[in-house]
């Protein structure tokens, strides 16, 4: 699987559009450990560059096709955070509701 990391200045932060966004929902994710990492990128003599595989690119350089994959690659990145901060709060939701059964099932007992 091809690696990408942009590297230097910060890019823009873009707000998410979502028809369900429950404000106690924590935005913080994971980093990206197969796919693309998000970096900053890196600006040299005003062109910013991102490193695939090891290697250092131009964005300028590469064709529409190839900075597609980058944007879908980050794209898929963003989502997958998303759905892995959906499944811890999920399995501490589970794991509350067990609690509380456990808690239901003593008191039932006396």
Do not use: C, F, V
Not at 1 to 20: E, I, L, N, W
Not at 23 to 29: E, F, H, I, L, V
């Amino acid at each position: 699987m091809t690696d990408t990391k942009k590297t230097g200045a910060a890019p823009k932060p873009r707000k998410a559009a979502s028809t369900k966004a429950p404000a106690s929902k924590s935005t913080a994710r994971k980093p990206a450990t197969k796919a693309a990492s998000k970096k900053p990128a890196q600006k040299t003599a005003n062109k910013e560059t991102i490193t695939i595989d090891g290697k250092q690119y131009a964005l300028d350089s590469l064709n529409d096709n190839a900075k597609a994959q980058i944007t879908n690659i980050r794209a898929t990145d963003r989502l997958i955070g998303e759905l892995e901060n959906e499944l811890a709060i999920t399995k501490t939701a589970r794991q509350r509701y067990g609690e509380a059964l456990e808690q239901e099932l003593k008191a039932t007992r006396k």
